[in-house]
């Protein structure tokens, strides 16, 4: 059973396209995530949800819109992709103050 | 602003060896810090959680310190295997931070050789 799981894993569009990734956890965590990798690895916090309410959201482009129906779901939709928005995206879930669970990540490559 | 370190540099270490990583973080005071291991393709793997008030844990294979006086953890793999070979990463998180943003550094790559 996958703890975390997102889809799609890979994703190709064109610049202008709205797209969406679905997150969905099975660990009955409180809170999810959405992080950002870069191509030079880094992880970046994009926001957080806890029981379906937004806690953290950061200097995030109002293109990226979360969306979460439920503690188990939080989705990340993007409008009008842009080439920069191309990166490795990670859903992730935890309890409170402890390690998190991540998903396999999703591959967004805007072209 | 908030930096947290790590080597860039790839370690490259025998097998059976003991490989120890740096993780240094300024304008910070985290609750706790975390290790984390990546596999290429794959999402990170949470590995140990160490808190502020705790001075090292272990977990296996695995040890951790934590000097909030430094400002630095170590992390340690002892008795090192070629499935240790992933890109490690350390987090931080707590009061200086909105709950629940965990901070993760920019990875130091372990390559294990036989």
């Known amino acids: 059973d996958t703890a975390v799981s997102q889809t799609p894993k890979y994703l190709v569009t064109q610049m202008g396209n709205d797209k969406s990734i679905k997150c969905e956890q099975n660990?009955?965590?409180?809170?999810m995530y959405w992080y950002k990798q870069d191509s030079k690895k880094f992880l970046k916090i994009m926001f957080s949800y806890n029981n379906k309410e937004l806690i953290i959201n950061e200097t995030v482009p109002n293109r990226f819109s979360p969306k979460s129906p439920d503690k188990a779901h939080l989705n990340l939709h993007i409008n009008s992709l842009e080439l920069g928005d191309s990166a490795v995206y990670f859903c992730?879930?935890?309890?409170?103050?402890?390690?998190?669970?991540f998903g396999s990540g999703t591959r967004l490559t805007v072209v | 602003s908030q930096k947290i370190e790590q080597n860039s540099e790839a370690l490259n270490i025998q097998e059976g060896k003991t490989a120890t990583l740096t993780c240094n973080y300024t304008?910070?005071?985290?609750?706790?810090l975390q290790w984390y291991r990546q596999d290429p393709g794959r999402g990170p793997v949470f590995l140990l959680l160490?808190?502020?008030?705790?001075k090292e844990k272990r977990k296996e294979r695995l040890k951790v310190t934590f000097d909030t006086t430094l400002k630095q953890s170590l992390f340690h793999i002892t008795a090192s295997q070629p499935a240790d070979s992933a890109t490690y990463l350390c987090?931080?998180?707590?009061?200086?931070?909105?709950?629940?943003?965990?901070?993760f550094g920019t990875g130091t790559q372990v390559v294990v050789t036989p």
């Open positions: 992730a879930s935890s309890p409170s103050d402890y390690g998190y669970t």
């Open positions: 987090a931080l998180g707590g009061p200086t931070d909105s709950w629940g943003k965990l901070q």
């Open positions: 304008n910070y005071s985290p609750a706790y």
């Open positions: 160490i808190r502020e008030n705790e």
């Open positions: 660990l009955g965590h409180d809170t």
